[in-house]
């Protein structure tokens, strides 16, 4: 066990006078118990331009899991609180931070681990490699810029990783130095729980870095109990980014995934190559004030579930600006989507512009949840606020539910496109209905096209009712438009189109016509007439008919020069083909049984 207190420090330090020919020292602790007391530390560090030295924490034994317990006697001493840190002051490089055990590590207490700059050098590397790392009781693991030199990175490398309790991972600036990324890679669980607990990349108010990016890659991830995984700039400089690789992604509980930016710009979240993602009384968001929202995307490929508190309408996922900015995009690509109790799928910017929301499923319900855009500017020959929804073969609307592309003050309505094989909206059971709408207010409504095969209890109204209606009204512009393609049926999609011109056959032998009676002519319709056979594929091509009589005796005529043939007398009325065969040169030779007077 080792144990630091009392105000002690461990330090290895390059000073500020230290020139390139002096290297900072390093730090190596082997133990597999570490407790840091009070206002204690372990630095590897350096003032000057020479670079800092490593600082190692390993087990140290062949148990191979590690304990670090920060203790802080007092707990109103606030300022310095028990750290472990790899940094630089000056110009040179910091120091990395690694710590390793074979099996668990385990980080408990109100303290931090850190690689960090306050000076023109760029932050070290803080490194965490085990098969499961927890971290709990506000335990924190830094890489932070104060000064103009790039923050350091953090990599997460666990079978396992457990963020609970308050703890955190931080990557931040707060001067003009570039905010470093965390990237975690996870083989199966991740669990972020409790509030406060998550990985954040933020830049704070005054600072003019970028944000750092957060790059997440495990089997499982979960986060619940109001905990989050958050991009931030709160400066002018632009936020990070998030890019989710996972097979099941799920939050609960007021939790958060969010890309957040005042007034510069973010690239936005993207979730990718998901199974399933669930969505409980939690947000997935893009966002920002006056500046511009980056995109959300999310690729699922079997399920999509949002729900959220009906009462309040919480959960879902977001893109939006809140005070003038610019919204960006949602795609949603998956085969079944639900949103139900509240939730949305929405992107918004009431005072400004707004993207457009994409979905592509195949199977999209709708039980009192809401697909909304919504803008209050548009610009001439750009779409904005556009709600497209295709590849659907089926779409369900209840209890109230609403799909919605409108605009606020002199902007006009967006546009709706939908292609489903079918569309139903349940009875309603409130005072409005389920609705799909394109509402302006001193603009122009939108166009709704919807093109379906049934299209069940839901149907276009020039005013809104408490039925479920489709409408594209403004209020005082120029009402939208509607138009529904109900697809039906075609009963002749099946039939033969005769040529233009009959085919001329070489007939070996037939019967002559009589009384002016018209010859028959042949048309090449592939199997187009024959009546199907027993032995016969039974497919949509075949058209059954009912037999008719053909009671006709033909009168022989005698062609000059020839003999007196006898008189031909037809095979039993009705009698099919007997015989039918393909000669050379396609000729054809068709055969039926007939007798001779």
Do not use: H
Request: with cysteine; charged share 15%; hydrophobic share 40%.
């Amino acid at each position: 066990v080792l144990t630091v207190a009392t105000e002690a420090t461990l330090s290895a330090t390059s000073t500020e006078t230290a020139t390139g020919a002096e290297q900072g020292g390093s730090v190596t602790l082997n133990a597999p118990t570490m407790n840091l007391l009070g206002q204690v530390g372990v630095f590897a560090e350096t003032q000057g331009e020479v670079p800092a030295g490593t600082l190692t924490l390993t087990s140290g034994d062949t148990s191979g899991d590690l304990s670090i317990n920060f203790q802080n006697p007092d707990p109103t001493a606030q300022t310095r609180l028990p750290r472990i840190s790899a940094s630089t002051s000056g110009s040179g490089q910091g120091g990395n931070l690694v710590v390793s055990a074979p099996n668990s590590i385990a980080i408990a207490g109100n303290g931090t681990l850190a690689v960090e700059t306050t000076g023109v050098g760029n932050a070290g590397t803080a490194t965490f490699t085990t098969q499961q790392l927890t971290l709990r009781d506000a335990a924190r693991i830094s890489a932070s810029t104060a000064g103009t030199g790039a923050g350091g990175g953090i990599w997460l490398e666990a079978q396992n990783l457990f963020i609970t309790d308050g703890s955190q991972v931080l990557s931040r600036t707060t001067g003009a130095g570039a905010a470093g990324s965390i990237n975690v890679i996870v083989v199966d669980n991740f669990t972020i729980a409790g509030a406060g607990s998550g990985l954040f990349a933020n830049t704070t108010a005054g600072s003019s870095g970028a944000g750092g990016n957060i790059w997440i890659d495990p089997e499982r991830v979960s986060l619940r109990d109001r905990a989050g995984i958050a991009v931030n700039s709160q400066g002018t400089g632009n936020s990070g980014r998030i890019d989710l690789f996972a097979n099941t992604l799920s939050l609960s509980g007021d939790s958060f995934i969010s890309a957040e930016t005042v007034s510069g710009a973010s690239e936005g979240i993207f979730l990718r190559n998901l199974r399933d993602l669930t969505v409980q009384n939690s947000d997935i968001s893009a966002s920002t004030a006056t500046g511009s929202a980056g995109q959300l995307s999310v690729d699922a490929r079997a399920a999509i579930t949002l729900s959220g508190v009906a009462t309040t309408g919480e959960g879902g996922l977001r893109v939006e600006a809140t005070n003038g900015g610019t919204a960006g995009s949602l795609t949603i690509n998956t085969d079944r989507l639900r949103i139900t109790d509240g939730a949305e799928a929405s992107v918004s910017s009431p005072t400004g512009l707004a993207g457009n929301l994409t979905i592509q499923a195949r199977d999209v319900r709708l039980n009192q949840g809401t697909i909304l855009a919504e803008t209050g500017q548009s610009v001439p020959g750009i779409d904005r606020a556009v709600i497209n929804l295709s590849g659907l073969d089926f779409l369900e609307l209840a209890n109230e539910s609403l799909i919605s592309a409108s605009a606020f003050a002199a902007a006009n309505g967006g546009n709706i496109s939908i292609a489903a094989d079918f569309i139903v909206a349940q009875a309603p059971t409130g005072a409005n209905g389920s609705d799909i709408i394109a509402r302006a207010i001193n603009g122009d409504g939108g166009r709704i096209n919807i093109s379906t095969t049934q299209l069940f209890n839901i149907a276009f109204r020039n005013n809104l009712t408490p039925f479920n209606d489709i409408n594209a009204s403004s209020e005082f512009g120029l009402d939208g438009e509607v138009a529904i393609d109900t697809v039906n049926v075609d009963p002749t999609s099946n039939l033969n189109v005769l040529p233009d011109e009959p085919n001329q056959p070489e007939l070996l032998a037939g019967c002559y016509t009589q009384g002016g009676e018209e010859a028959i002519a042949f048309y090449d319709v592939g199997l187009g007439g024959r009546p199907p056979q027993p032995e016969d594929i039974q497919t949509a091509d075949f058209a059954v008919a009912e037999w008719i009589d053909l009671d006709v005796t033909l009168a022989p005529t005698t062609a000059p020069g020839e003999q007196e043939p006898a008189t031909i007398t037809m095979a039993t009325p009705g009698a099919e083909l007997q015989s039918f065969s393909i000669l050379e040169a396609s000729s054809s030779k068709f055969l039926a049984n007939c007798r001779a007077n």
